[in-house]
């Protein structure tokens, strides 16, 4: 799993590459958001339009990814989930948990407000 990381109007989004499968590639993932947010950053977008796949300790990172941002009174955003990924998380109702959007530029205007 590859993590590319670029910030827009303080917004850290973090462009993953590969599949989430756990191990530690996958946990790196949520070390990156606590880095983050230990820094000041509670402005994520998480850019899943590379990630091939996803098992169940991909969808915990993301999880607890959310939890560290919100416990900072942050937001963390998906953006761009293909959709194999999309329909793993309809299929767990956790794309009720998560604000998820088609692109990284609707995700990341909407957490400019």
């Known amino acids: 799993m590859a993590i590319k990381e670029e910030m ?14 756990g191990g530690p590639e996958t946990i790196e993932v949520h070390q990156r958001v606590k880095d983050l947010v230990a820094n000041g950053v ?14 169940s300790s991909g969808i915990g990172v993301l999880m607890s990814s959310l939890s560290t941002v919100r416990s900072a009174n942050g937001e963390l955003a998906i953006a761009n989930a293909e959709d194999k990924v999309k329909s793993l998380f309809i299929v767990t109702k956790i794309i009720t948990t998560f604000n998820s959007f088609d692109s990284v530029e609707a995700a990341v205007d909407y957490l400019k407000k």
């Not at 994520?44 to 590379?50: A, M, P, S, T």
Request: net charge positive; no cysteine.
């Open 8 to 21: 827009k109007a303080g917004i850290s989004i973090l462009e993953l590459k590969g599949k989430m499968m």
């Open 42 to 55: 509670t402005k994520i977008v998480i850019d899943l339009g590379k990630v091939s796949w996803m098992n």
